[in-house]
């Protein structure tokens, strides 16, 4: 399988990244180490930026900040002229610590707290998406109350569900997001939400999936808000002059994926967009989006070292490394497959089938099944792709195991932008009340 961004295999035969050799990031930094190749990260954002531009329509590329949340990235995302989508009080602290300009943050969430709404209220974002009737009043209130007026959108669900290659019009009014197009809801809370003095309506939000490979999803969601645009500015006289159609496009884990280039996904976006609000004679609205995945994903490497190994003669070979589920819950969570190779013999040819597993203790707990490498030695570093979105941010200290480091590699340059969690940090948070000191049981 071809390699991401600007990986190579060198004169070694290791695996190199940004110009650094996967083999000295290991001795410096230790394993298990995320590795994200900052040049294709900026790569992405900027085959983003360029895909608008050629459309000329006026947009925001928002990145989803909730596939990997650190400084260093918002600080990128800010360098590259991103606008950012954060969930929670903890990805907006974070994006404002960096130095994040507050007017180009949005913050989305089906249940924000009225802590994390007085927060961004305060910090002056520049935009809500409203998921729901008790946000659209609770919202007004909290901006009333700083004596502020917050910018809008209201999240659709437009009937639209799109994964990897299938997409479906449904009337999809289980989901736990946003307003339901199909049932009325969505017209309603556009004409309540007009009403309110201390909230500002620029449009409507739709997020149809994830892993999306064609563009025929993100055509229909276009029809269909502009088609309620167009509705809601003849019947209640109501303007959109924003369209969020949130993120979900598509990367490679494995040589099964074959995600299209950033410009087609934006293309297709574009045109509906165009052909569907000159239809109508509507002032062709703000086109916004919210790439995660597709802008972290496949710079992220994650390397291991290799340690135990279990062969179950003409079962499987299992191959133990020294993280796994705690730093990349994906596979046990969603199926999600990834490839692999030995970072430090990566010209060795493949002679053996094995599965990786995690040192965590579930059997759940595997990284790849039935994965052709190398003959295996304790020591090996192997290295697994596409690990950039929703692997930190995902990660957890499951049987108190510390998160890994996080370092950023540039043309020769390692920099580490995450330190390695500390034992000390494990137990940081703990308390133990001082009735438990006073006695003890043991005898
Ligand atoms: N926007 C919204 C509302 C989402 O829920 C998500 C992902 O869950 C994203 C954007 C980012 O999606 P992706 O990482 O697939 O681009």
Redesign the pocket.
């Known amino acids: 399988m071809d390699l991401h961004g600007t990986s190579i295999i060198n004169d070694k035969g290791h695996l190199q990244i940004g110009g650094c050799d996967a083999v000295d990031l290991v001795s410096r930094f230790g394993t298990p180490l995320y590795v994200v190749d900052e040049a294709l990260v900026r790569l992405r954002a900027r085959q983003f930026n360029e895909a608008f531009q050629a459309s000329g329509l006026k947009y925001q590329v928002a990145y ?1 900040s ?2 990997f949340s650190v400084m260093a990235m918002c600080v990128i995302a800010e360098q590259e002229g991103l606008s950012l ?1 954060v969930v929670s009080d903890g990805e907006l602290y974070t994006a404002l610590q960096a130095g994040f300009p507050a007017q180009r943050i949005h913050f ?1 969430g089906n249940n924000k707290t009225i802590a994390e709404l007085d927060m961004a209220l305060h910090a002056d974002i520049g935009c809500f998406v409203v998921d729901n009737y008790y946000e659209l009043e609770l919202l007004n209130e909290r901006a009333a109350l700083q004596g502020k007026t917050a910018n809008i959108l209201l999240r659709i669900t437009p009937g639209v569900e799109a994964h990897t290659h299938d997409y479906i019009s449904t009337g999809q009014a289980d989901s736990k997001f946003g307003f339901d197009l199909g049932n009325g809801s969505a017209e309603d809370a556009i004409i309540r939400a007009s009403g309110y003095s201390h909230l500002s309506l620029l449009g409507v939000h739709s ?1 149809i999936g ?2 999306i490979f064609e563009v025929e999803g993100f055509k229909l969601a276009v029809e269909k808000l502009s088609q309620f645009a167009i509705r809601m500015r003849d019947q209640h006289d109501i303007a959109f002059t924003v369209l969020n159609v ?4 598509g990367i490679r884990y494995t040589a099964e994926d074959s995600p299209l280039p950033v410009k087609e996904y934006i293309a297709a976006i574009a045109d509906a967009v165009i052909t569907n609000f000159n239809s109508a004679k509507y002032d062709i609205p703000e086109i916004w989006i ?5 802008m972290v994903g496949d710079a992220g490497t994650t390397l291991y070292t290799v340690g135990s190994t279990k062969d179950i003669p003409g079962v499987r070979k299992y191959v133990a490394v020294d993280g796994g589920m705690t730093d990349n819950p994906r596979p046990a969570l969603y199926q999600s497959k990834y490839h692999a190779i030995l970072a430090n013999r990566a010209t060795d040819s493949n002679e053996e089938t094995v599965s990786i597993a995690g040192k965590c203790c579930e059997s759940g707990d595997m990284l790849i099944w039935d994965l052709e490498l190398p003959k295996v030695n304790a020591g090996d570093v192997l290295a697994v792709f596409s690990t950039g ?1 929703y692997n930190y941010a995902m990660a957890s200290n499951y049987n108190r195991i510390r998160r890994p480091a996080v370092v950023f590699v540039k043309d020769g340059e390692a920099d580490v932008v995450v330190e390695r969690e500390s034992l000390q940090q494990i137990t940081c948070n703990d308390v133990v009340p001082a009735r438990l000191q006073k006695t003890s049981l043991a005898k």
């Not at 949130?246 to 496009?249: E, L, N, Q």
């Not at 919210?290 to 597709?294: A, D, K, N």
């Open positions: 989803a909730k596939a989508d989305h997020h994830s892993q949130g993120g979900g496009f919210e790439p995660g995945r597709s979105a």
